[in-house]
């Protein structure tokens, strides 16, 4: 059965979609067979692997809502060993559309769980707010992925999220737990990356990821191609940040 990660940051702007669609491509192309669920209004995640969505396939919403099968919303390989399930504007009404329904909470979980036995790994793309999307994805995953920018707010944001995991372990998902912090657009030029990070490890208690995903000029540029960076720009060192990525976190279950 696969693990479902769920990669959220309250804060916006901090590489997660980024980590989620190049993570996922990356442990595609390291032979994973690989589910990434866009569960942000915005659909990033989705424009960040292809160029547009084919228009016959329907969208998480539709499959949360029951008003569509798995198969009509999975968009198969739209990398190697990579599938995924787009979003669109319509998931923004969920929060006012469902927040009497009982069991709102758990809408993607029960949603995913006859996907789960078809992967390896199912990350879970959530939007930067605190929400009931990512309320959802809390309580749909097994673990969740971190990413912070290294900048002075770092741990500020950090705090929020942990604070929600911590309030749904505690009502919803008591098996959730933290796979890692993962510090991101680190820039080796300056002082404050460094202190950002050396900041973090001495005031945090959770896992930290030994892979830093650096700022690089060609991970920016991916997305407005549709692409990964692994096929954008295979030798950048983006490319090759989200390959340790990818390697550690196969490391971590034994897989390598």
Do not use: W
């Not at 993570?23 to 990434?36: H, I």
């Not at 099968?69 to 969920?94: F, K, T, V, W, Y």
């Not at 793309?125 to 959802?136: A, K, Q």
């Not at 540029?221 to 990525?245: F, K, M, Q, T």
Request: proline fraction near 4%; hydrophobic fraction near 40%; charge should be negative.
């Amino acid at each position: 059965m696969g693990r479902i990660i769920t990669i959220t940051n309250q804060k916006g702007g901090v590489g997660k979609t980024t980590t989620a669609v190049n993570l996922s491509a990356c442990l595609g192309e390291a032979g994973q067979r690989v589910l990434l669920v866009d569960f942000d209004p915005q659909g990033n995640a989705s424009s960040g692997l292809l160029a547009e969505r084919p228009e016959d396939k329907k969208t998480i919403y539709e499959l949360i809502c029951g008003n569509c099968s798995e198969e009509d919303c999975l968009i198969r390989d739209a990398a190697e060993n990579l599938d995924l399930i787009p979003a669109d504007m319509n998931l923004a009404g969920c929060e006012a559309e469902f927040q009497d329904l009982e069991g709102m909470e758990s809408m993607l979980k029960k949603a995913l769980e006859k996907l789960q036995d078809q992967y390896d790994y199912i990350f879970i793309d959530c939007p930067p707010s605190l929400s009931v999307l990512t309320i959802n994805a809390l309580t749909a995953a097994d673990s969740v992925i971190i990413p912070i920018q290294c900048e002075y707010y770092a741990l500020e944001g950090l705090n929020q999220v942990l604070k929600t995991i911590y309030l749904v372990q505690q009502s919803l998902n008591p098996g959730l737990r933290v796979d890692g912090v993962l510090f991101t657009m680190y820039d080796q030029r300056t002082n404050l990356s460094e202190e950002v990070v050396e900041t973090v490890k001495e005031n945090l208690q959770e896992p930290i990821y030994n892979t830093v995903i650096p700022r690089n000029v060609r991970l920016a540029e991916a997305p407005s191609h549709g692409e990964p960076i692994n096929v954008y720009d295979s030798g950048s060192r983006g490319a090759e940040s989200y390959r340790l990525l990818a390697a550690e976190l196969m490391s971590k279950e034994g897989l390598i």
